[in-house]
Nanobody, 119 residues
Framework: QVQLVESGGGLVQAGGSLRLSCVAS????????MAWYRQAPGKQRELVAL???????DYADSVKGRFTISRDNAKNTQYLRMNSLKPEDTAVYSC?????????????WGQGTQVIVSS
């Protein structure tokens, strides 16, 4: 069983910063793509940022230049550094990962961490 656990969410004023972390635990061979998604109240879940195992990244247009995704493969951890936060960044942020157990590749989700940006 693989678990993804996020941390680092909270309440911050507009213009502030937060860093989210997501740690994968359990029995697996490797982690391929990792990503952060978010879902604001009344809106669909959207992809925020993605990072491949090799470190290539992609971002939603709304966060480019403000958010940075990174990962530490040795620690099975990914991060999302969020700068210049805006009230519209308020959402539940969820970690997502493609995990290989050697014979299978499955997609996993974390429980999510709340980010609230006050104006």
């Amino acid at each position: 069983q693989v678990q993804l656990v996020e941390s680092g969410g909270g309440l911050v004023q507009a213009g502030g910063s937060l860093r989210l972390s997501c740690v994968a635990s359990g029995r697996f061979f490797s982690i391929n793509n990792m990503a952060w998604y978010r879902q604001a109240p009344g809106k669909q879940r959207e992809l925020v940022a993605l990072i491949t195992r090799a470190g290539s990244t992609d971002y939603a247009d709304s966060v480019k230049g403000r958010f940075t995704i990174s990962r530490d493969n040795a620690k099975n951890t990914q991060y999302l550094r969020m700068n210049s936060l805006k009230p519209e960044d308020t959402a539940v942020y969820s970690c997502n990962a493609d995990v290989s157990t050697g014979s299978t590749l499955r997609n996993y989700w974390g429980q999510g961490t709340q980010v609230i940006v006050s104006s």
